[in-house]
């Protein structure tokens, strides 16, 4: 039987690691105006736009997903300890993200209200890299941000005022999961949008819209894993193997095809749900065999970050439980919420 000691303490080791939290001056006055600017747009939007406090909580529970999964590429430190939720994701971030993602959008939509939402989206991602870029030049010269060696091994090494000029990338990425988890569950669950399922899936477009999503993300995240093993000629952006996008695709399709099958008139977010859950069950323990055949291998800075509980069945960190839900509701949503606009020509 596990001591009590044993089970809680790497679980105080999730909200505690052991990093430098001292904060400058300039890292609280930094915080300070998070907080009021966040303060702020709630109060101004909610002038705008109704039910402002659940679109905030859906845009932040995006952010979140995002900087969860890919918190070993990069590092928050010197927020303060009250600045912390988990390892180095600091809230103070998520709310700053989450108050500039909701602005923007809000803010779009009421300038382009004749606009279809696949012509604002790309005017979302160009206004929010445009303000995202200095804001990541002002957190790395503060020290709050900083790169894991995993993630800048496999950079250019060009930087602009000390941010790799793969951020102009990385940033765009980020956005674009995160609005689009934004949006499509603004249409589900605020907007009342009139969404017309389609009968009969159009299975290509849902594809290219998977390939898309799955390549954008995995070009981006390719300092946490390194893909070996696979033929040469799958290949297609160094270590970003055509048959692991490939079969990620088809995992996915399974289980649209099977929701779609069998419960096609149930509420979204059950289907939502159980979409990940499938997703997830398949997806585990394939890669767990591809960890076993070293076929997938995570790198020092994912590795570091284990706690050292394993499912038992599989043999493989228990955070791999976590984080392939993770992937696959940022992926889902992505490729819902395009089929969402595109269906019903919103």
């Known amino acids: 039987m596990l001591s009590t000691n044993l089970f809680f303490q790497p679980l105080f080791y999730l909200a505690h690691c052991d990093f430098d939290k001292t904060p400058t001056a300039s890292i609280i006055g930094f915080e300070i105006f998070i907080g009021l600017a966040a303060i702020t747009s709630f109060f101004v939007l909610s002038k705008i736009q109704e039910k402002i406090w659940l679109r905030f909580i859906l ?6 997903i995002f900087e969860l999964f890919t ?4 590092y928050n430190y010197h927020m303060g300890k009250w600045a912390y939720v988990y390892r180095d ?3 103070i971030l998520t709310i700053g993200w989450t108050s500039l993602v909701v602005s923007v959008v809000i803010l779009t939509d009421n300038f382009f209200p004749n606009l279809r939402d696949i012509y604002r989206f790309p005017i979302y991602l160009g206004i929010l890299t445009f303000i ?7 957190v790395v010269q503060m020290g709050v941000r900083g790169y894991a060696d995993e993630t800048l091994s496999v950079l250019s090494g060009i930087k602009l005022f000390s941010v790799p000029i793969e951020a102009i990338y990385y940033i765009p990425v980020f956005m674009g999961l995160v609005v689009s988890f934004y949006k499509y569950w603004s249409f589900v669950l605020i907007d009342d949008e009139p969404l017309v ?3 009969h899936r159009k299975w290509l477009r849902s594809f290219l819209l998977a390939f898309l999503a799955i390549f954008l993300f995995e070009v981006m995240i390719e300092p946490m894993v390194i893909n070996e093993k696979f033929p040469s000629w799958s290949y297609i952006f160094h270590d970003v193997s055509f048959l692991m996008i490939t079969v990620w695709i088809l995992i996915v399709g399974i289980a649209a095809a099977v929701i779609g099958r069998y419960f096609a008139y149930q509420p979204i977010p059950l289907r939502f749900a159980l979409a990940i859950g499938l997703t997830s069950g398949l997806a585990v323990p394939l890669e767990a065999w591809l960890i076993h055949h070293d076929f997938r291998i995570y790198a020092d800075n994912v590795v570091h970050e284990y706690i050292g509980f394993k499912l038992a069945a599989l043999n493989v960190p228990i955070e791999l439980a976590v984080a392939i839900p993770l992937y696959m509701a940022l992926i889902i949503a992505f490729i819902r919420y395009w089929e969402t606009v595109i269906d019903n020509r919103l």
């Open 59 to 64: 845009a932040s529970v995006g952010i979140l």
């Open 71 to 74: 918190g070993p590429m990069w």
């Open 89 to 91: 994701v600091s809230w």
């Open 132 to 138: 995202a870029f200095p804001l990541e030049i002002l």
């Open 197 to 199: 399922p389609l009968k």
